[in-house]
């Protein structure tokens, strides 16, 4: 069994995929911990809901190395073995990322590299306003370049013409879950490489 600790900034739709695929037996790990940068923050609400030990950590007024150091505690108290980005709406200092070198996935609402840097509606607003024939999702390791880490996975669905920013993102989060689930199976048993 594997621990993940979550950071995420929302509403974690892809962490009830994960959740779910824990309950019914489809995935052999644990979420440990959720942590957030937001107070109000739904996705700590949904870890509660389900018996995850939650924290908020703020982020005001803290250097970000303070700040990724405080959420790098939290993670080591809970045993956490793997770090997943749920919605996290922060740029990750040099030092996080290297304390946590592979060991740590983003899923980012494109098939990367393209859109590289962009986030949640902005990401969707582009690839309608470019025309793109298909989008999909990424889930790739944190390094210290933002978006540039190695691609584990990559799922693709359809653009149509009537679809919009939401119907859009709708399509891509039903992506992320299963994309978040094959990479923890893949991490599991060392098939990545």
Known sequence: MIKIGVLGSTKGTDLQAILDAINDGQLDAEVSVVVSNRESAYILERAK??????????????????????????????????????????????????????????????????????????????????????????????????????????KKCTVTSDDTVESLKTKVQALEGDAFIEAIKLIQTDKYD
Not at 54 to 74: Q, S, V, W
Not at 123 to 137: R, S, Y
Request: glycine share 8%; proline share 6%; hydrophobic share 40%.
């Open 49 to 154: 809901s389900h018996g995850v030990p939650t924290f908020f950590i703020p982020h005001k007024g803290k250097a970000r190395e303070e700040f990724d150091r405080e959420m790098t505690a939290a993670m080591q108290n809970h045993g956490v073995e793997l770090v997943l980005l749920i919605g996290f709406m922060r740029i990750l200092s040099a030092e996080f990322c290297r304390n946590w070198h592979d060991r740590i996935l983003n899923v980012h609402p494109s098939l990367l590299p393209k859109y590289a840097g962009g986030m949640d509606t902005n990401v969707h607003t582009e690839v309608i306003k470019n025309g793109d024939p298909e989008t999909g999702c990424t889930i790739h390791f944190v390094t210290e370049e933002v978006d540039a880490g190695p691609i584990l996975i990559q």
